[in-house]
């Protein structure tokens, strides 16, 4: 299988000064693998450390921070001298052992040449007395679930890719049958690792929703496991919300519909949470689509997806059927699906900011709104072929923005500014708009 995030770890490598690097991502979205897979392809040996189950490591970093210490420890733990010419050594499941966390501060600031990277699930990273964070001592990545071209790749169907990162749009418009149906099984398998990997060895939708139906129980048991008692049960009832929020015309999050009278203070603590662990993705309305998009950003006005396509379907009991029936699943939940699809492949963007836009005096909105190199990108979300977009006409009368997108299943096209991008496309968005 292979991830993009190769390439940035591999960038952070070749940088002739680096700082210790953490994996950031959800539980279950490739943490593990990603790490492990760049060790055996760029260093000579990986010195692999998860303090989830090795007591023998935690013990290591209760001694102080005498990295010389350390690194002599480490390799007695792992069987091997720890070289840092030719070893990376990944600390996994860091969380369980906040010294080691702390360690990293010590490692830039005495041993810089070492290669550490360090991961562990949001689900149960916690502040503990005596110890604390590496500010400014680490650099970061996050890991998101597979996008539609990681997906092809792990399909077999990479074949896909060449004509659309081309812009070679005769080609993808030839073949407009066989991207939708691509894209129609990405919408239902999702971008979660193992769910992929389970559909790429049976070719089953039935197992599919099995295995996701396994991570959305994992994910509710983490809840209990991790969070206080008192807050457990409003998790869970604004995780469950979330299909029923975006079924809304109006998709922004409201506190009421998750429970009748609730208001902000109740579940801030839940909402935080969820954030925190990567499993939802918060986007917030700003006021006036102007640079720096943050200045305008409201704070009380939000809309809320979870961190993947599939399992919104499965958290949605969403039957396999819909894959065969036409277009309905681009259509269920008012374009919800689309949606979320599209805000996927927007995240994995590094640095972009993400927000949406709402006229308070129309109905008007527009899906998504990106600051892109230095240019404020309204993005309009159609379902289907359906190109009637009144509200991301009105946006472009009123703003006047240099360049405009849509995407839906229509073809490509370009016309006064704004790009008409098929949604199996819109993971080249930067190569289209240039």
Known sequence: ????????????????EHKPLILQGARQVGKTWLMKEFG?????????????????????FTKGFNIERIITELGLAVGFKINSNDTLIIFDEVQECPQA???????????????????????????????????????????????????????????FIEPV????????????????????????IGGMPDVVQDFVQKNDFNSVREKQNVILETYEQDFSKHIQANVVEKIRMLWHSIPSQLAKENKKFIYNAVKKGARAKDFELA???????????KIHRVTKPAIPLIAYEDLDVFKIYILDVGLLGALAHLDAQTLINGNTIFEEFKGTFAEQYV?????????????YWSNERSKGEIDYIIQYKNEIIPIEVKAATN??????????????????????????????????????SIDFIKDIIG
């Open 165 to 188: 990162k081309d812009k070679n749009f005769d080609t993808v418009s030839t073949f407009k049958t066989d991207y939708e149906y691509l894209l129609k099984q990405y919408l239902y």
């Open 1 to 16: 299988m292979y991830r993009k995030a190769i390439e940035q770890l591999l960038e952070w490598k070749n940088k002739k």
């Open 343 to 355: 805000l996927q492949q927007l995240k994995t963007i590094p640095n972009l900011p993400i927000y």
């Open 271 to 281: 909402l935080a949470w969820l954030r925190d662990t990567g499993l939802i993705y």
């Open 101 to 159: 966390l702390t360690s990293l501060k010590y490692f830039n600031e005495n041993a810089p040449e070492y290669d550490i990277i360090a991961a562990g699930s949001y689900l149960g990273v916690a502040h503990h007395e005596g110890t604390g964070f590496p500010v400014g001592k680490v650099e970061f990545i996050k890991l998101y679930p597979l996008d539609f071209t990681e997906f092809l790749m792990a399909t077999g169907n990479e074949r």
């Open 40 to 60: 055996k392809k760029h260093y000579k040996q990986v010195a692999y450390i998860t303090f989830d189950t090795n007591e023998t490591a935690r013990q290591i």
């Open 387 to 424: 190109l009637k977009a009144k509200s991301l006409s009105q946006f472009r009368k009123e703003f006047e923005p240099n360049k405009s997108i849509r995407t839906s299943l229509a073809d490509y096209e370009f016309n006064n500014g704004l790009y008409n991008i098929p949604l199996y």
